[in-house]
């Protein structure tokens, strides 16, 4: 686990792989990163790196992919970007609810 991020101490970090959807067309596996000032997922390939201010962060929750219960709860997180829309990412992670949890604690605004 890497200690810092960009100067912020990490509270969790964890494989996970994003999922395509409207507006992010590329799916990919990366790390996901939390401290207490960003949600950082930085995919491997096509390498990219999305930073999430947490007091921008409207909705946090868990989904299924067509909402079937076959398939794994994935983790859907929402944000206003720096346009004033809204924006949203969906991930495979371990631990869905430590990370819906983590989170909904210490955010701001």
Do not use: C, Y
């Amino acid at each position: 686990m890497s200690p810092e991020l960009g100067g912020q101490p990490v509270l969790r970090e964890a494989r996970a792989e994003s999922h395509s959807q409207p507006g992010r067309p590329v799916s990919g596996n990366g790390t996901l990163f939390l401290t207490d000032l960003e949600l950082v997922f930085e995919q491997r390939f096509p390498h990219s790196v999305l930073r999430i201010p947490r007091a921008s962060i409207v909705e946090v929750s868990a989904r299924r992919a067509f909402n079937l219960r076959i398939f794994p709860r994935l983790l859907k997180v929402a944000w206003t970007n720096d346009s004033g829309a809204q924006d949203s990412i969906v991930l495979t992670v371990k631990e869905v609810d430590e990370w819906i949890g983590a989170l909904g604690r210490g955010r701001s605004g």
